[in-house]
């Protein structure tokens, strides 16, 4: 018994080794500052598209040159009630960021978006690209009136 206690004893201080040779564990070398050279992906693989006015009942909105505040107010409001489930300002949720959307969609096509989402998701090209992309999650028609709509086109132009 006193010779296999006497081999355990031997094996496990050959085993441990010397302090010199053990790891701490995991280490990372980080270089000062780490750059990413691969290019971001852009927002949206649709392309922009000014001239398609959508389908439904808007066929014209003119845009003031300043940007009405009380309707902006009204809109913002309705905005985050209706609109952020699905949609940030800045960046992608389940649906696109609606900052920059007027540089991207005219304001009939947001409008008829809003009102008749359902129509325009099976019928209008760029709805439908932008259906695809965002992985077939379909925008709920949320019963906006065009007042509504239009206070929420005045919020996103101040985006």
């Known amino acids: 018994m006193k010779k296999i206690i006497a081999l355990f004893s031997v094996a496990l201080l050959l085993s441990c080794g010397s ?3 053990k790891k701490k564990g995991f280490e990372y070398q980080r270089t000062p500052k780490e750059t990413k050279t691969t ?3 852009t927002e949206s693989s649709v392309p922009v598209d000014l ?5 439904g009942p808007i066929t014209e909105v003119k845009l003031d040159r300043s940007v009405d505040t009380e ?3 009204q809109g913002a409001t309705l905005f985050k009630q209706k609109c952020t489930a699905c949609h940030m300002t800045d960046k992608k949720l389940i649906g696109p960021a609606m900052s920059g959307v007027l540089e991207r969609r005219s304001p009939e096509w947001v409008m008829n978006l809003l009102l008749n989402p359902t129509e325009m998701l099976k019928q209008d090209a760029v709805a439908n690209a932008l259906l695809k992309e965002y992985n077939n999650v379909m925008m709920l028609n949320q019963n906006l009136s065009e007042e509504e709509a239009r206070s929420i086109v005045e919020y996103l132009r101040t985006l």
């Open 19 to 21: 302090k010199t040779d």
């Open 39 to 41: 290019p971001q992906k």
């Open 51 to 55: 001239s398609n006015k959508g389908i």
């Open 71 to 73: 309707k902006a107010d």
